[in-house]
């Protein structure tokens, strides 16, 4: 019967701008019919993600069955926020079919996947996937990866070098822990590229754990759902180096929120923003922008020197026109220069 068996739940990791979002919209818009919960877990003060996602127009979409989580990385903040969460889900009178946690991009997917392991969700839940998405023109350039021969020959030519940079650890356990990987932005990568990106990622995976490439993250719901993995039983074969800690942290990471007003054009926003990754550091910039002239929201993203934006639906009557952007970056990220330049450069334009 329905109501006794597991409910599945396929949980999406992957690096800050691979493209975990715009997979979760293409499968909301091909869902078959499928009940599909969302939960989020945002990294920063502004719900980006969970703001996206409500304001697809995909019906069937409500904000009901999307359940944000904005107290930082999900798998810190587990017992508080998660598991209630989870189990207000399957306590539902029409509990969903599938149930979709988005992940941070600076979350550690394994700590997540064993927390379906605590009684009060075990028989009730059971982890169908874990599934990586994966940047492949940043994969291609070498962006975050690494291996023990290189990191070796890096300390041995460069003392401060002396361990491996977070972003490459993060890279390692996010694949470590993967059912399926999905190789984003296919359109961006040549054969040979996307032949590096596969050898690439292959150095990290379990055996037997398949690769299969996307573009704009648009693919078929049956290669992503219906993985019976079981993740919570086979924790034993996902290293992680977090393995043994009682904690973690992400100091590693931080952000902040800048509100910038209304913006000329979304071409003078992008002005504005593009050059921060060379100048400061900076890892991602998202968030919402008013444009002089437009009755509709810009939804802005970028990665490093990449940068998406689009138009995603009119400003609500009480809602402040105002454009409010999460940085994140690195633990050093100099937030009051950064919040300088952006301000000196906007009254410039």
């Not at 049956?222 to 393995?243: C, I, N, W």
Request: proline fraction near 5%; glycine fraction near 10%; charge should be negative.
């Amino acid at each position: 019967m329905k109501d006794l068996a597991k409910i599945p739940a396929t949980v999406i990791t992957g690096f800050l701008g691979a493209g975990k979002t715009t997979l979760i919209r293409s499968l909301l818009e091909n869902a078959g019919g499928r009940r599909l919960a969302l939960v989020i877990n945002e990294f920063g003060d502004v719900g980006v993600d969970g703001e996206i996602l409500k304001g697809c127009g995909v019906e069937g979409c409500s904000d009901d069955d999307v359940l944000e989580l904005a107290n930082g990385c999900i798998c810190c903040t587990v017992a508080d926020d998660f598991l209630p969460t989870i189990q207000k889900l399957i306590d539902r009178p029409d509990p969903p079919d599938h149930i979709i946690i988005e992940t941070s991009g600076l979350a550690l997917p394994k700590p997540l996947v064993k927390a379906f392991g605590w009684p009060d969700v075990r028989n009730r839940v059971t982890v169908d996937g874990v599934v990586a998405v994966v940047d492949g023109p940043a994969v291609e350039a070498g962006v975050f990866t690494s291996s023990l021969d290189a990191v070796q020959a890096q300390r041995q030519a460069d003392p401060a070098l002396d361990h491996e940079s977070p972003l490459e650890e993060l890279f390692e356990e996010q694949l470590s822990c993967a059912d399926l990987v999905v190789v984003n932005k296919r359109d961006l990568l040549d054969e040979d590229g996307y032949r590096k990106v596969l050898e690439t990622t292959h150095g990290y995976l379990r055996k037997g754990v398949p690769a299969v490439a996307a573009t704009q993250g648009h693919l078929d719901p049956r290669v992503l759902l219906g993985l019976g993995a079981g993740a919570e039983d086979d924790l034993d074969s996902r290293p992680s180096h977090h393995d043994g800690d009682d904690d973690h942290d992400h100091d590693d990471f931080e952000s902040f929120v800048v509100e910038l007003g209304e913006c000329e054009s979304p071409q003078a926003l992008l002005d504005l923003v593009t050059p921060l990754s060379a100048r400061f550091g900076v890892l991602r910039v998202k968030g919402f922008a008013a444009i002089a002239g437009k009755e509709m929201r810009l939804v802005v993203q970028g990665v490093g020197p990449r940068f998406q934006h689009y138009f995603d639906r009119d400003w609500r009557e009480a809602e402040p026109r105002t454009t409010r952007l999460v940085i994140i970056g690195e633990t050093g990220l100099d937030e009051s220069a950064i919040r300088n330049a952006l301000a000196r450069e906007q009254a410039a334009a």
